[in-house]
């Protein structure tokens, strides 16, 4: 047998070589294979996430812009931050009084109630005791609901209705109490003793 090997070792030689590479070639890539695999299907597991934080990126700025519209929008709700609450209070009840008259009620009394704070926003609060029909009060509701452009919005705090007055013949009378909440930012000052 050794005979038969040196005679053909011109070609054996570069053979055994050749199948010890290709051996060694698959014992490597084998597991680059594997490897790679994963990868894959780790990637393409990824790929519904990897797209929607791409779509994200691109819609970016429109979201950016509707975040500030919306900010704006909910500023404009808002009082201004003042340090002068006498000022902004008269100014309340002198918008609420016209508010009422122009909607045809009676205006008995209107007065500035304690503040709280909610969340990052202090509520102004002012109570109003009124007398009319439920047609004006139903039109001084939608205007305190739904103010002009310009005006911050205001919102119902509380509400009692009673009847005034039944006289036949006439319409009915009520008597109402309400309390408008006004909203503006909470300021970040601490007391100091």
Known sequence: MIPLLHQHRAWLAPLLTLIVTLLLLVAIFIPLAAKQNQYNTIIQKSQPRIERVQGLLAAAPQLENQLN??????????????????????????????????????VGSLRALPSRKELNLEVLLLNLSLQGGLTEFQKFIDAVQHPSEAAPALRIDNLILRRASIVPNTPQTLAIDITVAALQPASNQTATP
């Open 69 to 106: 519209a919306a900010r704006v929008t909910a500023q404009a709700q808002l009082y201004p931050n003042t340090s002068d609450e006498n000022r902004l209070n008269t100014e309340l009840q002198t918008r609420l009084r016209n508010l009422a008259q122009q909607s045809g009620l009676t």
